[in-house]
């Protein structure tokens, strides 16, 4: 099977990557190198000869049809995206181009890509959404499938209006399509702007670390590379125009997640003093959704697929590797904007 995946140079999508060429995938990488792109994401793969690389945008179609084209992929893996919220509360005209006019360009694309291969039904347009599209929750429930879309954020907004531009093109159409949501990912590879990162460098740095608030809002972290398992679990026995929930099944306030956080580094890189020494609650973002919450049960009873990783390991593992990679990270923190409050409103 050969994968063209797009942003496949960020988080998540070069843990699709190295996942997809470990079990023996051919994988076409399309990415734009945005602020939060790194080829080095992928470098342990960069040399196998199922890999292959384009420094191409999705909102452009003629590069996109070309590259289809030139590669005749089986599938498309969908994850180039604009992410960060505090980014899309400064700047949403970029989350509008990329999330919105990105995917419709990438649709159509696959669409005349399908056609002219005789619509093939092996062939899916597998999209990587955000549990995000369905807004926030009190203190108990679980989005579900079937949960009303209810964005907040600029950011969740986009990706909102670009699964709707999935599901139309499946309906309207016929395009093979399958949609994901995914919860809060962490693990190795994680830009230095979001959550977990910026509380292991702050720490390592003897900065302040930066809670919201009070840090009482609560998410469900998954693994980044147990959530690559599963894209690529639903891609191969997901149905055809289904969508499917993918939960971490930790939940954890925010607070609770920086003090686990800080007690890891505790244990790998003490010091005199214990890190959380260094939490700073700062005023809240703006529109800040209190709770999210993943009811798996589609996926684990359709698929098979649950979490592998506790909140509890993954942390363990994801500060290991930045202790481990410096040089990795040291190289990103020069980037624009990042090290500076975003989306304050």
């Keep these: 099977m050969k994968l063209l995946i797009t942003g496949g140079a960020g988080f998540i999508g070069s843990a699709v990557v190295r996942a997809a060429i470990a079990q023996g995938k051919a994988v076409v ?14 470098k342990s793969v960069a040399d196998n000869e199922n890999y292959v690389f384009f420094h191409a945008d999705i909102c452009e179609r003629a590069a996109m049809e070309r590259i289809l084209k030139e590669t ?4 498309i893996m969908h994850l180039a995206a604009e992410s960060h919220v505090d980014r899309s509360i400064d700047g949403p005209g970029a989350f509008i181009e990329t999330n919105i006019t990105g995917t419709y360009t990438l649709l159509e694309a696959a669409r005349s890509y399908w056609s002219a291969q005789g619509k093939p039904e092996a062939f899916r347009f597998h999209h990587i959404s955000t549990d995000e599209v369905y807004g926030s929750l009190g203190a108990t429930g679980m989005f579900t ?50 959550l977990v990162p910026v509380v292991i460098l702050n720490a390592l740095a003897g900065k302040d670390i930066p809670v919201y608030g009070k840090g009482e809002n609560i998410r469900d972290w998954l693994y980044v590379e147990d959530h690559a398992d599963a894209l690529l679990t639903v891609l191969e026995r997901g149905a055809l125009g289904r969508s499917y929930n993918i939960g971490g099944e930790n939940e954890a306030k925010n607070i609770d997640l920086v003090r686990m956080i800080c007690a890891h580094l ?7 003093t214990p890190y959380a020494d260094q939490i700073t609650f700062v005023t809240d973002r703006p529109g800040h959704d209190m709770r999210y919450a993943i009811d798996p049960t589609r996926i684990r009873d359709e698929l098979g697929w649950r979490p ?4 509890e390991e993954g942390l363990e593992r994801t500060v290991r590797w930045y202790l481990d990679n410096e040089v990795w990270w040291r190289a990103l923190q020069v980037r624009e904007g990042v090290g500076t409050r975003l989306g304050a409103g």
């Design 72 to 75: 005749q992929p089986d599938v």
């Design 308 to 311: 592998s990783v506790t909140l």
């Design 145 to 194: 499938e079937d949960t009303p879309y209810d964005p907040r954020s600029p950011y969740s907004a986009s990706k909102a209006a670009s699964d709707h531009l999935v599901r139309a093109w499946g309906e309207t159409y016929g395009l093979p399509v399958v949609l994901t949501n995914c919860s809060n990912n962490y693990g190795p590879y994680h830009f230095p702007e979001k």
């Design 266 to 272: 505790d244990q790998m890189r003490p010091k005199d």
């Design 29 to 42: 990488n399309v990415d734009k190198l945005t602020y939060a792109a790194c080829l080095d994401n992928v």
